[in-house]
């Protein structure tokens, strides 16, 4: 069982470099962005992205380390169970979970990003995509007790936590390079997204027919950013309490059909469709695709810039948009 204080213990982020390069008199130095959130990044600092499969149970929330993912998929699992895929890239909380098992729709996204993909167990399909050494991972069920550990304060299969510190002994450990960068967004600059058309709308819900997954956003016109809820409650990280907050909520449909008795999915994530992009409080109708395994926004086959900041996809059912999304003003 893990040591309760480690996971209660404020959470000390294991920050990517200052955001900013410092100037002095004697010397200039050229910024980069980090490439899964556009904010500025010291050059010449690489690191690979790390894919978590988070529990999204109820009994599994609040969740560690949520609120430092630069991108998390929102998909469903078995019936209308969601999980969550949390990737970071620019910055790294000291806690990741709970961790939960993987799908092979979430390896592909994972792959998308050339991240080192972190998991706790998986399905029939999952086993044989991971087995096949589609992406570099670590796997809880080997490392049980070990990399990962289990908390006192959560029953299992929601239980399941890994440290920063130890994802990157793992990944030494595996002889995996984690000195890589990940395949960039496009980004807005400050200008462009002054300047950003679409329908106004402060509130948007999104309903997975359980009250215990059905998600809103919550638009906040100081922050510029977008807070997000699960059966009302606000998202927040379980050691800081901070909370989620969003620049880009990304709302895509996708075909869904149920393969086995447990309720497993397929799910296409490939072929694109129709979506919703929301970006400081506009809303804009538009289209996905799949570029190499990763969800990008498009209108006319052309990629749209982000706002630079955080983003949040949510993955739902075709025809989904119409019937599961609920946009107002209040």
């Known amino acids: 069982m893990i040591i309760c204080t480690v996971l209660l213990a404020g959470c000390k982020s294991n920050e990517a470099p200052e955001t900013a390069k410092k100037e002095d008199s004697n010397s200039r130095h050229t910024s ?6 556009g904010l500025e990044a010291e050059e010449g600092e690489d ?6 499969m988070v529990n999204n149970h109820p009994e599994a929330r609040p969740q560690s380390g949520l609120s430092k993912a630069d991108v998390v998929y929102e998909i469903l699992a078995e019936s209308n169970i969601t999980r969550l895929l949390a990737i970071y890239q620019s910055e790294f909380p000291e806690t990741f979970g709970p961790v939960r098992s993987a799908r092979d729709y979430y390896i592909r996204l994972a792959k998308g990003y050339d991240s080192l993909f972190v998991f706790h167990g998986w399905s029939p399909e999952a086993k044989k995509l991971i087995e096949s050494n589609y992406v570099d991972h670590l796997n809880g069920l080997k490392y049980d007790g070990t990399l990962f550990e289990r908390a006192s304060f959560r029953k299992a299969p929601h239980n399941s936590y890994i440290t920063y510190d130890h994802v990157m002994e ?7 390079d984690m000195n890589t960068s990940a395949p960039s967004y496009t980004f807005m600059s400050k200008e462009e997204a002054n300047e950003i ?6 509130k948007i819900s999104v309903s997975y027919d359980s009250s215990s997954f059905d998600v809103t956003y919550e638009y906040n016109e100081n922050s510029e950013t977008y807070s997000r809820y699960t059966a009302g409650m606000r998202t927040e990280d379980y050691d800081t309490n901070e909370p ?3 620049a880009n909520v ?11 008795d447990k309720g ?11 979506a919703y992009l929301l970006q400081k409080g506009k809303l804009l109708k538009i289209q996905w695709e ?3 395994n990763r969800i990008v926004p498009v209108t006319d086959g052309k990629e749209i810039k982000l706002v630079p900041g955080k983003t949040w996809i949510n993955v739902i059912p075709t025809s989904g948009l119409e019937e599961s999304v609920t946009l107002s003003n209040n």
């Not at 980069?32 to 959130?37: K, N, Q």
């Not at 690191?47 to 978590?52: F, G, L, M, P």
């Not at 793992?170 to 995996?176: I, L, N, R, S, T």
């Open 47 to 52: 690191h690979r992205a790390i894919a978590v």
């Open 197 to 202: 058309k679409g329908d106004d709308y402060s």
């Open 290 to 292: 799949s570029d190499d």
């Open 170 to 176: 793992g990944a030494e450990e595996k002889g995996y």
């Open 250 to 260: 990304f709302i895509i449909e996708a075909e869904h059909e149920v393969v086995d």
């Open 264 to 274: 497993r999915r397929d799910i296409d994530l490939e072929s694109g469709g129709n």
């Open 32 to 37: 980069e962005v980090y490439p899964l959130t």
């Open 244 to 246: 989620v907050e969003l």
